[in-house]
């Protein structure tokens, strides 16, 4: 398995890399760099996802505790609640939160979209509601948490930036 991770990781970087020697030919030659293509680490797709799905159990977390229901109260919350200036313990010391405001107003449909499709909340009028279905989903995904050793897994990342800061 390791194998196979070093593999995918590896063609991803050889990827980038003759992009990048590519763009640097073409200027060389005398053309115009493009300094706006984005480049993406290998895991920066799941990461992305994972972003999304952590958002989307905010916004049905938010309505099973019945705080907020309208989509300004939504966006609200979730503004506040993963502004990159908040302080999250260890994710913060690995500099692994987000470094720019994500735009919740103006993705907030592409944020719901897949949730009313599974029947998870519904909207109504001016209101999201959250379904029966939706209920049992994020008390799942609660649940989930019961078997892992959150003391043991933070021991283990702190570590890691403290090797890395010492490096």
Not at 1 to 21: H, K, N, Q, W
């Amino acid at each position: 398995m390791d194998a196979l991770i070093g593999l995918f990781v590896g063609a991803g970087i050889f990827r980038d890399a003759v992009s990048l020697l590519r763009e640097a030919i073409f200027a060389e030659r005398g053309g115009e760099e493009d300094y706006s293509k984005e480049y993406k680490l290998p895991l920066q797709e799941c990461w992305e996802e994972n972003r999304l799905i952590a958002f989307r159990n905010w916004i049905l977390y938010l309505l099973w505790e019945d705080q907020q229901r309208t989509r300004k109260e939504i966006v609200s919350s979730l503004d506040s609640t993963f502004h990159p200036d908040n302080y999250i313990p260890v994710l913060s010391e690995l500099k692994a939160t987000g470094s720019k405001p994500y735009d919740f107003d103006g993705k907030f449909k592409n944020l719901v979209k897949p949730l009313i499709e599974e029947e998870l909340l519904m909207e109504e009028i001016e209101e999201y509601l959250l379904t029966e279905k939706g209920e049992e989903h994020l008390k799942n995904f609660i649940n989930s948490f019961n078997d892992y050793d959150v003391h043991r897994s933070d021991a283990i990342l702190l570590a890691m930036a403290r090797d890395e800061s010492s490096d």
